[in-house]
């Protein structure tokens, strides 16, 4: 059998001119090339990142952590389900997870009192997000809310549940607003990114123009503290003026200056 060619030794990426960007994002810039391919530890970091955003989709609550720390927080919890029965069910007809079931209506009815402020947590298309960051930004805000004087009524535990769920969570309640966090689309670099959704006056019906959305809150992007202070801020003026969407701005930045919420 005739020997065989010695094979070449294999080429170092070529570096790319724009690494230095890398640093200020995690978007996938600047991953060089081998070739005319992408370098394989790239492309295989991309379909590990895939998987990690395809696992977030099919994540459930972690009921039992949650519970115990909402407990922590001296917080009550009620738990509900939307009409979509099941992960696919969920994923296949939008419209059934902004519907609550006939059983989760009845829990509401029996908690039902005058609150001003309603906490929903919401698994989302990525309940990662929910179990890795709720507690650790609830511990921040809460006591604000409490420090207010406002009423909180019980932690709304929710399962299978988009976004507009929260405004028939808010109605059955009582509440005067609904404060929705909620695991966002996953993304190929942020597959437990938390979204917060609030709505002043909550009832079915409403449509997205009527809530203001913090978004991508997690240690890589908006962290809890800035979280926290950013939805206080909301949840105060809301409140105060008696709306939120399009015609509630968000002007926490301006807070150190004093210049905001400080008229009337």
């Not at 724009?18 to 995690?26: E, I, K, P, S």
């Not at 394989?40 to 039992?64: I, N, Q």
Request: with cysteine; charged share 20%; net charge neutral.
């Amino acid at each position: 059998m005739p020997d065989l060619p010695p094979s070449l030794p294999a080429a170092a990426p070529e570096p790319d001119p724009w690494v230095g960007l890398r640093a200020f994002t995690a978007a996938r810039i600047a991953l060089g090339r081998s070739g005319t391919s992408v370098p394989l530890r790239e492309s295989l970091d991309f379909r590990l990142a895939h998987a990690h955003a395809r696992d977030a989709v099919y994540s459930g609550l972690a009921v039992d952590a949650l519970l115990t720390g909402l407990a922590a927080l001296q917080l009550p919890v009620c738990q509900v389900h939307s009409r979509a029965a099941t992960r696919p069910e969920y994923l296949q007809r939008p419209d059934r997870g902004r519907q609550l079931n006939e059983a989760s209506r009845a829990v509401l009815a029996e908690q039902a009192a005058e609150y001003d402020v309603a906490l929903i947590l919401a698994d989302g298309l990525s309940a990662t997000a929910v179990n890795d960051h709720a507690l650790p930004l609830l511990g921040r805000l809460v006591p604000q809310l409490r420090q207010a004087g406002w009423r909180l009524a019980p932690v709304t535990l929710a399962e299978q549940a988009r976004v507009a769920l929260g405004d028939e969570v808010g109605a059955g309640l009582g509440a005067r607003l609904t404060l929705l966090l909620i695991g966002e689309r996953p993304g190929l670099s942020s597959p437990n990114s938390l979204g917060a959704y609030l709505t002043f006056n909550p009832r079915p019906g409403l449509t997205d123009e009527a809530r203001n959305c913090v978004s991508n809150i997690r240690p890589e992007g908006l962290d809890y503290p800035a979280a926290a202070a950013r939805l206080f801020f909301l949840v105060r003026e809301a409140l105060r003026r008696q709306l939120s969407g399009v015609g509630l701005k968000d002007q926490s930045d301006l807070l150190e200056g004093g210049r905001v919420g400080d008229e009337g």
